[in-house]
């Protein structure tokens, strides 16, 4: 897989609870690709593609490095993506 549904990747990645919240926080404009803000939930996301997403009174800065087929617990979402506010996993 090369590209997945933002909100899609949003959902599995764990970013959200559901994916109907995953594709309203991107209408609402809260989502940004590589610094420009996107509003199709089904805008497609690629490997190395940095999310900078607008939640709760708080950032996070995403940098998508996987794909997943289903939803799984926290510890397969978490290799979905490097944290950038963290640093790089080693």
Same mark, same amino acid.
């Given at each position: 897989?090369?590209?997945?549904?933002?909100?899609?990747?949003?959902?599995?990645?764990?970013?959200?609870?559901?994916?109907?919240?995953?594709?309203?926080?991107?209408?609402?404009?809260? %989502?940004?690709?590589?610094?420009? +803000?996107?509003?199709?939930?089904?805008? *497609?996301?690629? @490997?190395? $593609?940095? #999310?900078?997403? =607008?939640?709760?009174?708080?950032?996070?800065?995403?940098? %998508?490095?996987?794909?997943?087929? +289903?939803?799984?617990?926290?510890?397969? *979402?978490?290799? @979905?993506? $490097?944290? #950038?506010?963290? =640093?790089?996993?080693?």
């Amino acid at each position: 897989m090369e590209r997945q549904r933002l909100d899609k990747w949003l959902w599995h990645a764990r970013v959200v609870k559901a994916r109907t919240s995953a594709a309203a926080l991107v209408e609402a404009g809260h %989502v940004r690709i590589n610094g420009v +803000r996107e509003k199709a939930p089904g805008h *497609a996301v690629k @490997l190395g $593609d940095v #999310l900078t997403i =607008g939640l709760d009174h708080s950032v996070r800065i995403l940098k %998508v490095v996987g794909f997943a087929e +289903r939803r799984g617990d926290a510890q397969a *979402a978490r290799v @979905l993506y $490097d944290d #950038l506010q963290e =640093g790089p996993r080693s």
